[in-house]
Antibody, heavy 118, light 112 residues
Framework: QVQLVQSGAEVKKPGASVKVSCKAS????????MHWLRQAPGQGLEWVGW????????NYAQKFHGRVTMTRDTSISTAYMDLSRLRSDDTAVYYC???????????WGQGTLVTVSS | NFMLTQPHSVSESPGKTVTISCTGS????????VQWYQQRPGSAPTTVIY?????PSGVPDRFSGSIDSSSNSASLTISGLKTEDEADYYC???????????FGGGTKLTVL
């Protein structure tokens, strides 16, 4: 069965960076885009960006331009999201989600809580 | 920027029917497909409707989706409400101009 397994919770100080991983199994990794989304405590879903798992091409939400980098390692079917210059309002659960290129999310990771606190 | 607006909350009794709206801010909501996701506390979202009105396998036919171009809105209708339907529901589409995925703010459904 399809699984997206994300790395564990992180606690970071303001100004630091965090890198979250998302390991895929049960489907052809390079056949899907991988999106990253986040959800602040008690808030709604927010799209961060996507990476084309085949080509490595990326598209980021304007809000995160310059702070986010998405990469992937096809040899281990894993996608990564790196968010830099963290602020307290970056505290959220970050999700990866697989998309066959139809701009909808077919598979979701379990979420990774990133806490930014001094 | 294209935005999607949902009511903050709705409530209805078991067995009844509820409709959650999702209104587009500009352009035509019909330009790109709308999806609906259900999210229970502490869990990742799951798809209940995709491509405006399609139901994934395993989603009961009590869930249906539609588009109304005249009001530039999408709707999720849940009939025969069950207590297990109590959750947050999000609509999602795509802003072609800015090449960004967009979500509505979410609607908390209470079944009481």
């Amino acid at each position: 069965q399809v699984q997206l397994v994300q790395s564990g919770a992180e606690v970071k100080k303001p100004g630091a960076s965090v890198k979250v991983s998302c390991k895929a199994s049960g489907y052809t990794f390079t056949g899907y885009y991988m999106h990253w989304l986040r959800q602040a405590p008690g808030q709604g879903l927010e799209w961060v960006g996507w990476i084309n798992s085949n080509t490595g091409g990326t598209n980021y939400a304007q809000k995160f331009h310059g702070r986010v980098t998405m990469t992937r390692d096809t040899s281990i079917s894993t996608a990564y999201m790196d968010l830099s210059r963290l602020r307290s309002d970056d505290t959220a659960v970050y999700y990866c989600a697989g998309d066959r290129g139809t701009l909808k999310f077919d598979y979701w990771g379990q979420g990774t809580l990133v806490t930014v606190s001094s | 920027n294209f935005m999607l607006t949902q009511p903050h909350s709705v409530s209805e009794s078991p067995g009844k029917t509820v409709t959650i709206s999702c209104t587009g801010s500009s352009g035509s909501i019909a330009s790109n497909y709308v999806q609906w996701y259900q999210q229970r506390p502490g869990s990742a979202p799951t798809t209940v409707i995709y491509e405006d009105d399609q139901r994934p396998s395993g989603v009961p036919d009590r869930f249906s989706g539609s588009i109304d171009s005249s009001s530039n809105s999408a709707s999720l209708t849940i009939s025969g409400l069950k207590t297990e339907d109590e959750a947050d529901y999000y609509c999602q589409s795509y802003d072609s101009s800015n090449r960004e995925v967009v979500f509505g703010g979410g609607t908390k459904l209470t079944v009481l």
